[in-house]
């Protein structure tokens, strides 16, 4: 199965000019966040019973006193039954569309399962887990708005498109750990769904922003200060956009202004909004391999690779690395987005993909 997956970071030492005001940016973002989960912490945050997330804890019932080799065995064991229950897509299962998942308002989700190793080696920290990853979405949304707070889903027409990734195993690990904190008695899933998992996955779509924002004003030419949307809540005292809107347009200069050797020297590029970095670019590991689930990961690679080209375009330098990668594997990536159940994703997709296709062509015709 061919497919675009990020290319494996190199020994080459890319030339770094990082934004002027990083740390400042950096404080902001870090006092924000810290305020978010402390106004969370403090109230009452509570899912509906019929969301996707409480009911896969509900069915796994994982017991506090179980040991955590067997909630990791257990988990694993249930995670294709409980994809093809709650419609998630799985190697053994085509999931379908939500609209009341994470991003709400609109958005039309699909969720896909994570199959990485847990090392249970290491120290957990469930506050900080990172179970529910967003992998690609069309949202600039830059917010402390807890997700249980936005607005009902709309069903037509919808917003925007996203896929997350779950870790069932790290979410199940996550609930044990939770359960078995003194100062959690007496509260349930929804409230661990709410405290931690959560309230991650917002801070990687906080992140995962910068790279919609750059595509939609390199390749789509979009305007960067419209873009950058923040929701008003009231225990945020600091506003992140002008500092947001600086950076943006600091790092499109930055890309146009010197040519890039590869698409991991865009990468470099994109530092951590915040001191403790959240999810860049998650590792599609195994799961690019299958191909009932490779069409997941790719997306946010071919947004990546539609941002080199189009700056090679208009610096008119050839983008080498990438040209025969897409001349051989965007064949098979269009017949294989043939099983996306879902008609509206797969044509999203498939129009992302002769997106990048056109520029690479238009990089083909460039000379030396």
Same mark, same amino acid.
């Given at each position: 199965?061919?497919t675009?997956?990020?290319?494996?970071?190199? !020994?080459f030492?890319?030339p770094?000019?990082?934004?002027?005001?990083?740390n400042?940016l950096?404080?902001?973002?870090?006092?924000?966040?810290?305020?978010?989960?402390?106004y969370?912490?403090?109230?009452?945050?509570?899912?509906?019973?019929? $969301?996707?997330?409480?009911?896969?804890?509900?069915?796994?019932?994982i017991d506090? #006193?179980?040991t955590?080799?067997?909630?990791v065995e257990?988990?694993?064991?249930?995670? =294709?039954?409980?994809?093809t229950?709650?419609?998630?897509?799985?190697?053994?299962?085509?999931?379908?569309?939500?609209?009341?998942?994470?991003y709400?308002?609109?958005f039309?989700e699909?969720?896909?399962?994570?199959e990485?190793?847990?090392?249970?080696?290491?120290?957990?920290?469930?506050?900080?887990?990172?179970?529910?990853?967003?992998l690609y979405?069309t949202?600039?949304? $830059?917010?402390?708005?807890?997700?249980?707070?936005?607005?009902?889903?709309?069903?037509?027409p919808?917003?925007?498109?996203a896929?997350?990734?779950?870790?069932?195993?790290?979410?199940?690990?996550?609930?044990?750990?939770?359960?078995? +904190?003194?100062?959690?008695?007496?509260?349930?899933?929804?409230?661990?769904?709410?405290?931690?998992?959560l309230?991650?996955?917002q801070?990687?779509?906080?992140?995962?922003?910068?790279?919609?924002?750059?595509?939609? $004003?390199?390749?789509?030419? #979009?305007?960067?200060?419209?873009q950058v949307y923040?929701?008003?809540?009231?225990?945020?005292t600091?506003?992140?956009?002008?500092?947001?809107?600086?950076y943006? %347009?600091?790092l499109?200069?930055r890309?146009?202004? $010197?040519?890039?050797?590869d698409?991991n020297?865009?990468?470099?590029?994109? !530092?951590?909004?915040?001191?403790?970095?959240?999810?860049?670019y998650?590792?599609?590991?195994?799961? +690019?391999l299958?191909?009932?689930?490779?069409?997941?990961?790719?997306p946010?690679?071919?947004q990546?690779?539609?941002?080199?080209?189009?700056?090679?375009?208009?610096?008119n330098?050839r +983008?080498?690395s990438?040209?025969?990668?897409i001349?051989r594997?965007?064949?098979g990536?269009?017949?294989?987005?043939?099983?996306?159940?879902?008609?509206y994703?797969?044509?999203?997709?498939?129009?992302?993909? %002769?997106?990048v296709?056109?520029? =690479?062509?238009? =990089?083909l015709?460039i000379?030396?």
């Amino acid at each position: 199965m061919l497919t675009l997956s990020l290319p494996k970071p190199g !020994d080459f030492n890319y030339p770094s000019q990082r934004f002027g005001r990083l740390n400042d940016l950096r404080r902001h973002a870090d006092f924000n966040a810290k305020a978010f989960r402390d106004y969370v912490n403090m109230n009452a945050f509570n899912l509906e019973n019929q $969301h996707l997330l409480v009911g896969l804890l509900q069915q796994l019932s994982i017991d506090p #006193e179980w040991t955590l080799e067997y909630v990791v065995e257990y988990t694993r064991f249930r995670s =294709n039954s409980l994809c093809t229950l709650f419609k998630i897509t799985s190697v053994h299962h085509v999931g379908a569309a939500t609209y009341e998942g994470f991003y709400r308002e609109g958005f039309r989700e699909h969720w896909v399962l994570l199959e990485k190793p847990f090392d249970m080696s290491k120290s957990f920290d469930a506050q900080y887990s990172q179970p529910i990853v967003p992998l690609y979405s069309t949202s600039t949304r $830059h917010s402390y708005k807890h997700n249980v707070q936005r607005s009902a889903p709309v069903k037509t027409p919808p917003e925007g498109i996203a896929i997350i990734g779950l870790d069932l195993v790290e979410l199940a690990v996550g609930w044990w750990y939770y359960m078995q +904190a003194p100062e959690n008695d007496g509260t349930g899933i929804s409230s661990y769904l709410c405290k931690a998992p959560l309230i991650n996955a917002q801070l990687i779509q906080n992140q995962l922003a910068i790279q919609n924002i750059l595509f939609n $004003h390199i390749v789509c030419e #979009e305007e960067i200060a419209p873009q950058v949307y923040s929701d008003n809540v009231t225990f945020i005292t600091s506003t992140e956009k002008p500092l947001l809107v600086e950076y943006c %347009t600091f790092l499109a200069d930055r890309l146009r202004a $010197h040519r890039m050797i590869d698409v991991n020297h865009i990468i470099h590029r994109f !530092d951590s909004l915040y001191s403790r970095p959240y999810f860049n670019y998650y590792p599609s590991g195994r799961n +690019a391999l299958f191909a009932q689930t490779c069409w997941a990961h790719e997306p946010q690679v071919l947004q990546l690779y539609a941002i080199y080209l189009k700056l090679a375009n208009d610096g008119n330098y050839r +983008a080498g690395s990438i040209n025969s990668v897409i001349d051989r594997a965007w064949m098979g990536m269009s017949n294989n987005y043939g099983r996306v159940g879902d008609s509206y994703l797969k044509e999203r997709l498939r129009a992302l993909l %002769t997106q990048v296709v056109g520029l =690479n062509r238009e =990089n083909l015709g460039i000379g030396g």
